[in-house]
């Protein structure tokens, strides 16, 4: 199985932690600009309700049109009035929390048909934290109990990235191993670590790492700007390496785009 972004629109996958401007501006420009009508997703924060101040860390640059969509209910999220912001969406945004709560109020409905429709009329989909993990196909730390179980009861996230499990926050909170577990149970899944204050951006099947930090890749293979033939390295399934800003990958063949 390939690792593959999708056909059309862009992502912004981001770590979580405070992130800089530099990531929101780029997934306000890919949505549109001034243009933009962006639609904010605080789910997994795990509140009942949220008002319209969920969307201030993006009205604060004041563009375009922001509204916020909300339900825990998929009955709710299944219906035609409630996806009537989606339809014209040029962005949307998921806020962080537990990424189960995601799937739990939107999977399989009309809503998550929406979000695909946003992206094949060359949208952009963003998401911090949750809302990076929520991206990938694997859904890590999709348990209800503990965000510490890796591989729990909740293992599909909305695929916008196929074959992939993406975690977050990975070096601010000591992560870098724990995607093991994953791609050593699963090895045809990508793993990729993504750390506070830092974003994939996805075209198609290559993203290029911007912010302010790291992404950890585990694809069974090693990579090192300075050589690494002579390195003594770990067997392929404690193999890692890091990215940096302005670096790009290609996710399909799984090689750094040098």
Request: charged share 25%; with cysteine; proline share 3%.
């Amino acid at each position: 199985m390939l690792t593959t972004g999708p056909e059309n629109g862009s992502l912004i996958v981001a770590g979580g932690g405070r992130l800089p401007d530099e990531i929101l501006l780029k997934f306000i420009e890919l949505a549109g600009g001034q243009n933009a009508r962006i639609v904010v997703v605080p789910t997994a924060g795990g509140q009942e309700e949220y008002d319209q101040s969920a969307c201030d860390f993006l009205s604060r640059f004041g563009i375009g049109t922001i509204s916020m969509l909300h339900t825990t209910d998929p009955k709710i999220a299944d219906s035609a009035a409630f996806v009537e912001p989606l339809k014209d969406a040029t962005g949307v945004w998921f806020r962080g929390g537990r990424q189960w709560r995601l799937v739990d109020a939107y999977a399989g409905t009309k809503t998550e048909q929406m979000f695909w429709k946003v992206l094949e009329r060359g949208g952009v989909i963003g998401g911090t934290s949750a809302g990076a993990t929520i991206q990938g196909s694997y859904l890590a730390r999709g348990d209800t109990k503990s965000n510490q179980i890796m591989m729990g009861d909740h293992e599909a996230g909305f695929g916008f990235i196929k074959n992939v499990a993406i975690d977050q926050h990975v070096l601010a909170r000591n992560r870098q191993f724990d995607l093991y577990e994953i791609v050593r149970s699963k090895p045809e899944l990508l793993g990729i670590g993504v750390d506070e204050g830092t974003a994939l951006l996805v075209n198609g099947d290559q993203f290029e790492v911007i912010g302010d930090s790291y992404v950890l890749v585990y694809d069974g293979q090693f990579y090192s700007r300075e050589g690494f033939d002579q390195k003594k390295l770990p067997a392929a399934d404690s193999l890692f390496y890091f990215l940096k800003k302005g670096e790009k990958y290609n996710m399909r063949t799984r090689k750094v785009i040098e």
